[in-house]
């Protein structure tokens, strides 16, 4: 046979049977999935589903109970422990949850933390990292803030200034956990935007998100979870639907729509 | 946080602090020697009783004070960093308590002062041990479980010590007491304590990048790349290591340890330089040690020829200075 198929895209994340559980609960089972460049998921599911869980899995910071799974054809988690754990920060990029300042520090600092898997032992930032610093500050709003003291900043500066120490990182695949945590609404939409553009312009995105109206207008493909291990992968078109978010949510929703944008409202 | 210039430039003037410090303590006490004599007497030729005191009774002694100040404020930040806890100094975790144990059993003993300090430094490394075995366990190194380890050690020990003072033949309480509290005045061969000054610095630096990423959480740390385990387990273990040299160089000084790190971090938050720990880790090294010789200086000159026991005088004067410098820091929200 001599079929020409269209070249494949290496995938910036592969999993196969994939099992992942955290104290007992299940979050996923023979999860197999690909995330290539240029697509951007949203993960859905309700509290305590394991979302978070899986971005951390799937970012190296803890092990998954079975199955294989790769970041840019790198196996984890042997790849992203000891001295291959910088050669994983260059390619992927992780925003967690929560941000600690146990000690003080300005903004400026705080960004410049994301430039670290880009410099030598002995490297000192340069002013090219620090150009990229400013860039990412004035991406998410906090153009003037570089001299700021970190401990001073709102909760949703604060949640900025993680996404900018990220966007200095400059990883190929990101992995964002409850990205608009914190945010107004301009700055929902601006950080939605943001990483829309960074998935168009060849990136990957993966972002635990609780708004399903968000995950549709600005997430290609979804992911659910079902919190008993089963789980669901597609475009988002097809999985986003007032009956997969019931049966995900426990709670029937209803869709609403026009001018091709669609939100889903509690029924 | 600091340019690559500034880091070294405020470490030349720290050396330069150091000199002045080490050359203040080889002129000064209840024998006056001129800076000339000393300066013939460093290089070996000048003789006389000046020179007797200054290369075999003050020399030994400064350097041992420069490098216990170091150590104490090298592993002090280091601890800092690795807990996250600004309270955390480098006896937090038991060590002093285990060598102190051991020295003053050895001294009840009546054993000579080789083997005090041979004790001391067992004891040290003894609580070390018990305490990294027993946080240890599950094998990942909790920052809590660590702390209320190395809490309950230290407080078995500080039991220990209460019984042997209890016991202890009234003739040998005063050696005792002057250990506890820290001395340098059987400090007499300061070289090693020098080695391992400059091992833990040449050991700690190349880390600095990554022990600021630590400083800012786990999480973000390994995912920005830092072998998390590895650096803090070997970083805990150096540190430790450093503090329990210290200790037996000198007994426990107190304050050192605490104090210095958070006066440069102070010093580095007004200059705007955040908490960087490529600048943080050598000034507090240098600044530790300088203080330790000034304040040791003083405890030898200040009721002569009665000598103060240096670890009352560091507290003495480091209350007030940081109680003044904590009051002056901007409030935070919160």
Request: proline share 4%.
């Amino acid at each position: 046979m001599n079929v020409s198929k269209p070249a494949m895209p290496a995938p910036l994340l592969e999993t196969r049977q994939l099992e992942v559980s955290i104290g007992g609960h299940l979050v996923c089972r023979d999860l197999n999935w690909r995330v290539v460049a240029g697509e951007s998921w949203a993960v859905l599911g309700r509290n305590g589903a394991g979302k978070s869980t899986l971005l951390a899995t799937l970012a190296g910071l803890r092990a998954q109970d079975q199955g294989r799974l790769n970041i840019a054809g790198l196996a984890l988690p042997q790849a992203g422990r000891g001295a291959g754990a910088r050669a994983m920060a260059r390619v992927r990029g992780y925003l967690s949850q929560h941000q600690i300042d146990p000690f003080a520090s300005t903004v400026m600092e705080s960004v410049l933390v994301g430039r670290h898997p880009h410099l030598g032992r002995w490297d000192w930032e340069s002013a090219a990292d620090r150009q990229i610093a400013e860039a990412a500050l004035n991406e998410v709003d906090l153009g003037g803030f570089a001299e700021r003291e970190v401990q001073t900043l709102s909760g949703g500066e604060r949640q900025r200034l993680a996404v900018a120490q990220l966007l200095a990182q400059q990883p190929q695949l990101f992995l964002l956990d409850e990205p608009l945590t914190h945010l107004d609404l301009s700055h929902q939409v601006a950080v939605m935007e943001l990483f829309a553009r960074r998935a168009t312009a060849g990136a990957a995105v993966v972002a635990v998100l609780h708004d399903p109206g968000f995950a549709a207008r600005y997430c290609r493909q979804a992911l659910l979870l079902f919190g008993n291990g089963e789980w669901l992968a597609g475009p988002a078109a097809e999985v986003i639907t007032a009956a997969h978010l019931g049966r995900l949510y426990g709670h029937p929703l209803r869709e609403l729509g026009g001018d091709g944008q669609r939100w889903f409202v509690p029924a | 946080m600091p340019t690559r210039r500034h880091t070294l430039l405020i470490i030349v003037l720290l050396l330069l602090l150091a000199v002045a410090s080490l050359s203040a303590a080889l002129m000064a006490g209840s024998f006056a020697v001129a800076p000339g004599e000393v300066l013939q007497a460093l290089l070996g030729s000048a003789d006389g009783v000046g020179a007797d005191v200054v290369l075999k009774l003050r020399l030994p002694r400064a350097l041992a004070a420069f490098a216990c100040g170091g150590l104490l404020a090298l592993a002090g930040a280091l601890m800092q960093v690795l807990l996250r806890n600004p309270l955390a100094d480098p006896y937090v975790l038991g060590i002093s308590g285990g060598a102190a144990v051991g020295a003053l059993s050895a001294m009840l003993a009546g054993l000579a002062l080789a083997l005090v300090n041979l004790a001391a430094f067992a004891g040290a490394l003894a609580a070390m041990l018990l305490v990294f075995s027993l946080a240890h366990g599950d094998s990942s190194w909790t920052r809590t479980r660590l702390l209320l380890t190395g809490v309950i050690v230290a407080s078995g020990c500080g039991a220990a010590v209460a019984l042997i003072l209890s016991i202890a033949p009234e003739h040998g309480l005063h050696g005792m007491l002057f250990w506890l509290m820290g001395d340098l005045g059987h400090a007499s061969s300061p070289l090693g304590a020098v080695a391992v000054l400059l091992l833990g610095l040449i050991l700690t630096l190349p880390f600095a990048r990554e022990l600021n990423l630590l400083a800012r959480g786990d999480t973000l740390a390994h995912a920005l790349g830092v072998s998390v385990r590895q650096v803090r387990g070997g970083i805990y273990l150096l540190a430790s290591l450093l503090t329990a040299v210290a200790v037996t160089t000198a007994g426990s000084i107190g304050f050192i340890g605490l104090v210095v790190p958070h006066l440069v971090r102070l010093a580095m938050i007004k200059m705007g330089w955040g908490n960087d720990q490529r600048l943080l880790l050598p000034a507090s090294a240098l600044a530790g040690g300088s203080l330790l010789v000034l304040a040791d200086t003083l405890a030898r000159t200040v009721i002569a020829p009665q000598q103060l026991p240096v670890g009352v005088l560091t507290a003495l004067l480091g209350v007030p200075v940081f109680l003044f410098l904590l009051g002056r820091q901007p409030h935070e929200r919160q």
